[in-house]
T-cell receptor
Framework: QQPVQSPQAVILREGEDAVINCSSS?????VHWYRQKHGEAPVFLMI?????EQKGHEKISASFNEKKQQSSLYLTASQLSYSGTYFC??????????FGAGTTVTVRA | NAGVTQTPKFQVLKTGQSMTLQCAQD?????MYWYRQDPGMGLRLIYY???????DKGEVPNGYNVSRLNKREFSLRLESAAPSQTSVYFC?????????????FGPGTRLTVL
């Protein structure tokens, strides 16, 4: 079952912060975050594992609430390069990732 | 390292035609995946191969077949293309299961079925 992302879109000015949320109705093993620019492949940002381990991007942070099956991605001091569509992927078993519909982030100068 | 490569980049088919999408990775990854991406739908898993010699259905397998040719290559075949299969197709690979490891995506194949 597809996780739900919110908001669907957000517009920021350079230097502003934003939070993207991802929630699932099923128990999760881990949550992945990817960013996709128009016409390109998704690029890995971060993976959050049960137990609190995180692997990924140094300048982007995220949280994973295992009990609530929720994850949040924090964009801090946004830059123009942060523009794109952000997807969360929920690992509900070993090999299947279910992706949310995406959150489009536009950062303006 | 080229990472994950896909061919072709673009393809136009007529309804009923068949074709094979090719994917290869040079990262010595064990697992490989095929996704399709439609506007507003995010990525949906078609098939995956946990390891060489194994394949399993994902969320939307109908109308597709796959072959894990060797550790490097994973192909996706459309036997009789339909307009509903118009989409962008991404191949991905990972060292281990996505429960624990990140997936790396190829550049995609943009397929139009008329």
């Amino acid at each position: 079952q597809q996780p739900v992302q919110s908001p669907q879109a957000v517009i920021l000015r350079e230097g502003e912060d934003a939070v993207i949320n991802c929630s699932s109705s099923k128990a999760l093993y881990s949550v992945h975050w990817y960013r996709q620019k128009h016409g390109e492949a998704p690029v890995f940002l971060m993976i959050l594992l049960k137990g609190g381990e995180q692997k990924g991007h140094e300048k982007i942070s995220a949280s994973f609430n295992e009990k609530k099956q929720q994850s949040s991605l924090y964009l801090t001091a946004s830059q123009l390069s942060y523009s794109g569509t952000y997807f969360c992927g929920a690992a509900q078993n070993d090999y299947k990732l279910s992706f949310g519909a995406g959150t489009t982030v536009t950062v303006r100068a | 390292n080229a990472g994950v490569t896909q061919t072709p980049k673009f393809q136009v088919l007529k309804t009923g035609q068949s074709m094979t999408l090719q994917c290869a990775q040079d990262m010595n990854h064990n697992s490989m995946y095929w996704y399709r991406q439609d506007p507003g739908m995010g990525l949906r898993l078609i098939y995956y191969s946990a390891s060489e010699g194994t394949t399993d259905k994902g969320e939307v397998p109908n109308g597709y077949n796959v072959s894990r040719l060797n550790k490097r290559e994973f192909s996706l075949r459309l036997e009789s293309a339909a307009p509903s299969q118009t989409s962008v197709y991404f191949c991905a690979s990972s060292v281990g299961p996505p429960r624990l490891d990140t997936q790396y995506f190829g550049p995609g194949t943009r397929l139009t079925v008329l």
